[in-house]
């Protein structure tokens, strides 16, 4: 405990909660307010309705719903995949391969992710590869846009992962696959299902690449709610905003679910 | 199985570092073989080149007949238990204990036997479907150990396999240790610690190890009652070891002459003179040396005292004392000559 006394902590609690509400809990209490509300002319909204979910829940809401779950589902495994393979690999290179390694997968976060999608944008829109208005070429803007977070996560578990698990198998006649299989991987598995979780949220909200790259039969949800906005249809935006958010936070506390059974194994 | 281990010039160096120094040493087949050093002596290096953790950077390593220094570690048919048992923490005890078996593709229907039996052998068998975290570290032991017997190695390596253990444990599982290898007794064990009383109760031979060299080799009471090394006589059994000049059937330690048996040291030489702490007596008697009390120590049973005889701290180990010295009495202790022994100049840096 920083703070002893407890006039100290009450103190404490109130910078917190002056700090947290305006900045984190009150914008997501409006877009709540704003989804269930027929007006809003003054300092609150006024006129409960469910209207907007109906709208918000049906139709190419319902497509787009879809449209981002496919697209977050695919490209989080295909990232996990991708990243976790790359951090083994990366944890058995010397000191210099490794650090190549790693600024090559930190390169999608550094760079804007605007810039990665007219990237993708560029090198898939000639031949021989032609993925430009398919929805492959927002999977793959995705996959190569949360990778790295994969990679980082799935490394830093790796060096925590102590070598005589490792080291023992091999002396029991464990082959190197055998080893990765049945005792590497399955210790990895609580990071590897937070990489997982993480992976899904970055793509459940990504906008910027997918503004450039999404054909009119992929449309995901974060750009309904941005065409609805521009629209002026504000409630219909929030409530859609609102499902995302939903739908995004369901299956987060579905993976940890997992993961604490994982960790407790 | 039976098969022994021969380290053939081995040499282990990490960069300019060398960490094992060209080690020749034969562990007979069945024999146990401690290998006793301090921290940094090379002795898991060596172990660890045994298992094919480490490379040799020049030299060869035998198990058996067969020649391992390039082979990976899962085709060297090996037992290992280390300090902190490694057990997979996924996997509940008889999966553990299967692992390696399955691992070898044993056929199925052979396993479940085989751990039983494993695990009857290291008294776990009503643990078999607990999770690691859920024994004592003593426990715990004991499950590697039977991890690294099911698979029916002819060698066995435990690094450090008591070193986490409280004192009380250790004791026990050094019988246990004992016990298994009587019952086991085809079985190389290469055991590696820096606990001389652990590999003087255990071991057939004792390799003791020091600044990546083999310094000495030789059963429990050959390198005891005769170091041929002053490493060895003040590692094992932290002897006292006192310079001398060497006479005719005598030695000269300061000013005081002290009867001893010279061997083939020849006379004028420097010598040293090791004698253990547990031989000296409080008193007159033959070999006198007399000084003044430094620190008194009490063990319980035992006082631990030093003194300083003509510039030397020399240790005496006393049954406990009704009356003890106090600091910066003068005493006398003595020893018998039999009890010592005199280490040529030549062989004091092994």
Same mark, same amino acid.
Request: charged residues 15%.
């Given at each position: 405990?920083l703070?002893?006394?407890r006039k100290?902590k009450l103190?404490?609690w109130?910078l917190?909660?002056?700090l947290?509400?305006?900045?984190?809990?009150?914008?997501?209490?409006v877009?709540?307010?704003?989804?269930?509300?027929?007006? #809003?002319? *003054?300092?609150?909204?006024?006129?409960?309705?469910?209207?907007?979910?109906?709208?918000a829940?049906r139709?190419?809401s319902?497509?787009?719903?879809?449209t981002?779950l496919?697209?977050?589902?695919?490209? /989080?495994?295909l990232a996990?995949?991708?990243?976790s393979w790359?951090? &083994?690999?990366?944890? /058995?290179?010397k000191?210099g391969g490794?650090?190549?390694?790693d600024?090559?997968?930190?390169l999608?976060v550094? $760079?804007?992710?605007?810039?990665? *999608?007219?990237?993708?944008?560029?090198a898939?829109?000639?031949?021989?590869m032609?993925l430009n208005?398919?929805? #492959?070429?927002?999977?793959?803007a995705?996959?190569?846009?949360v990778?790295?977070?994969?990679?980082?996560s $799935?490394?830093a578990?790796?060096?925590?992962?102590?070598p005589?698990?490792?080291?023992?198998?091999? /002396?029991?006649?464990?082959r190197?696959?055998?080893v990765?299989w049945?005792?590497?991987?399955?210790l &990895?598995?609580?990071?590897?299902?937070a990489?997982?979780?993480?992976?899904?949220a970055?793509s459940?909200g990504?906008l910027?690449a997918?503004?450039m790259?999404?054909?009119p039969? #992929? &449309?995901?949800?974060p750009v309904?709610?941005y065409a609805?906005?521009?629209r002026?249809?504000?409630?219909?935006?929030?409530a859609v905003?609102?499902v995302?958010?939903a739908a995004?936070?369901?299956?987060?506390?579905? $993976? /940890?679910r997992?993961?604490t059974?994982?960790s407790?194994r | 199985?039976?098969?022994?281990i021969r380290f053939?010039r081995?040499?282990?160096a990490?960069g300019?570092?060398?960490?094992?120094?060209?080690?020749?040493l034969?562990?007979?087949?069945?024999e146990?073989?401690?290998l006793?050093?301090?921290?940094g002596?090379?002795k898991?290096?060596?172990l660890?080149?045994?298992?094919?953790f480490?490379?040799?950077?020049?030299?060869?390593?035998?198990?058996g007949?067969?020649?391992?220094?390039g082979l990976?570690?899962?085709?060297?048919?090996i037992?290992?238990?280390?300090?902190?048992?490694?057990?997979?923490?996924?996997?509940?005890?008889?999966?553990n204990?299967?692992?390696?078996?399955?691992?070898q593709?044993?056929?199925?229907s052979?396993?479940?036997?085989?751990?039983?039996?494993?695990?009857?052998?290291t008294?776990m068998?009503?643990?078999a479907r607990?999770?690691?975290?859920?024994?004592?570290?003593?426990?715990?032991?004991r499950?590697?150990i039977?991890r690294?017997?099911?698979?029916?190695p002819g060698?066995?390596l435990l690094d450090?396999p008591l070193?986490?253990?409280?004192?009380?444990?250790r004791?026990?599982?050094?019988?246990?240790l004992?016990r298994l290898?009587?019952?086991l007794?085809?079985v190389?064990?290469?055991y590696v610690?820096?606990?001389?009383?652990e590999?003087?109760?255990?071991?057939?031979?004792?390799?003791?190890m020091d600044k990546a060299?083999l310094?000495d080799c030789?059963?429990?009471?050959?390198?005891?009652r005769?170091?041929?090394?002053e490493?060895?006589?003040s590692?094992v059994?932290?002897?006292?070891?006192?310079?001398?000049r060497?006479?005719?059937?005598?030695?000269?330690f300061?000013?005081?002459d002290l009867?001893?048996?010279t061997g083939d040291?020849?006379?004028g030489?420097?010598?040293?003179l090791c004698?253990?702490?547990?031989?000296?007596?409080?008193?007159?008697g033959?070999?006198?040396?007399?000084?003044?009390?430094?620190?008194?120590?009490w063990r319980g049973?035992?006082h631990?005292?030093y003194?300083d005889v003509?510039?030397?701290?020399?240790k005496?180990?006393?049954r406990?004392?009704?009356?003890?010295?106090g600091?910066g009495?003068?005493?006398t202790?003595?020893?018998a000559?039999?009890d010592?022994?005199?280490l040529g100049?030549?062989?004091?840096?092994g």
């Amino acid at each position: 405990m920083l703070v002893h006394s407890r006039k100290g902590k009450l103190a404490t609690w109130a910078l917190f909660l002056v700090l947290f509400l305006p900045l984190f809990a009150l914008p997501l209490l409006v877009i709540l307010a704003a989804s269930f509300s027929a007006h #809003w002319s *003054g300092a609150f909204p006024s006129g409960f309705t469910t209207g907007h979910y109906e709208a918000a829940t049906r139709g190419e809401s319902l497509t787009a719903l879809t449209t981002s779950l496919v697209t977050a589902v695919s490209a /989080s495994l295909l990232a996990l995949a991708v990243g976790s393979w790359a951090a &083994l690999a990366a944890a /058995s290179l010397k000191n210099g391969g490794k650090r190549v390694l790693d600024t090559l997968f930190m390169l999608p976060v550094a $760079v804007p992710s605007v810039v990665v *999608g007219l990237a993708v944008l560029v090198a898939f829109s000639k031949p021989p590869m032609i993925l430009n208005g398919t929805r #492959w070429i927002v999977i793959l803007a995705h996959t190569i846009l949360v990778t790295a977070f994969a990679y980082q996560s $799935v490394s830093a578990a790796i060096v925590r992962l102590d070598p005589a698990y490792e080291q023992a198998a091999a /002396s029991l006649g464990a082959r190197p696959s055998y080893v990765l299989w049945k005792v590497k991987l399955p210790l &990895l598995l609580p990071s590897l299902n937070a990489a997982a979780g993480l992976c899904f949220a970055l793509s459940m909200g990504e906008l910027s690449a997918t503004m450039m790259l999404y054909p009119p039969d #992929w &449309l995901p949800l974060p750009v309904q709610i941005y065409a609805a906005t521009d629209r002026g249809s504000l409630f219909t935006g929030a409530a859609v905003a609102v499902v995302l958010m939903a739908a995004t936070l369901l299956v987060l506390f579905g $993976v /940890s679910r997992v993961r604490t059974r994982a960790s407790y194994r | 199985m039976s098969s022994g281990i021969r380290f053939d010039r081995v040499s282990v160096a990490y960069g300019k570092n060398t960490v094992l120094d060209a080690l020749d040493l034969t562990v007979e087949p069945g024999e146990v073989m401690a290998l006793l050093g301090p921290s940094g002596s090379g002795k898991t290096t060596a172990l660890r080149a045994v298992a094919g953790f480490v490379r040799p950077a020049s030299g060869r390593v035998f198990i058996g007949e067969r020649d391992v220094t390039g082979l990976p570690p899962h085709q060297r048919g090996i037992g290992m238990v280390v300090q902190q048992y490694a057990l997979f923490p996924h996997m509940r005890v008889a999966e553990n204990v299967a692992f390696g078996m399955k691992a070898q593709k044993v056929p199925k229907s052979e396993i479940p036997g085989r751990v039983a039996e494993a695990l009857d052998m290291t008294g776990m068998a009503s643990y078999a479907r607990r999770f690691p975290r859920e024994l004592s570290g003593g426990q715990q032991q004991r499950v590697a150990i039977a991890r690294a017997l099911a698979i029916r190695p002819g060698v066995l390596l435990l690094d450090e396999p008591l070193s986490a253990l409280d004192a009380q444990l250790r004791s026990g599982m050094l019988g246990e240790l004992a016990r298994l290898h009587r019952e086991l007794p085809d079985v190389s064990i290469l055991y590696v610690t820096h606990d001389q009383v652990e590999a003087l109760t255990l071991a057939d031979r004792i390799a003791v190890m020091d600044k990546a060299r083999l310094k000495d080799c030789g059963t429990p009471q050959e390198l005891y009652r005769a170091p041929r090394t002053e490493f060895t006589a003040s590692f094992v059994g932290n002897a006292n070891l006192l310079p001398v000049r060497v006479g005719s059937g005598a030695v000269s330690f300061g000013a005081t002459d002290l009867k001893v048996d010279t061997g083939d040291v020849a006379q004028g030489a420097t010598a040293t003179l090791c004698v253990r702490p547990h031989l000296v007596g409080l008193g007159d008697g033959p070999n006198a040396l007399s000084g003044r009390v430094a620190e008194v120590q009490w063990r319980g049973a035992t006082h631990r005292l030093y003194v300083d005889v003509a510039g030397e701290r020399v240790k005496a180990d006393l049954r406990e004392l009704r009356t003890p010295p106090g600091i910066g009495d003068e005493v006398t202790l003595h020893f018998a000559p039999e009890d010592a022994v005199l280490l040529g100049a030549g062989v004091t840096d092994g």
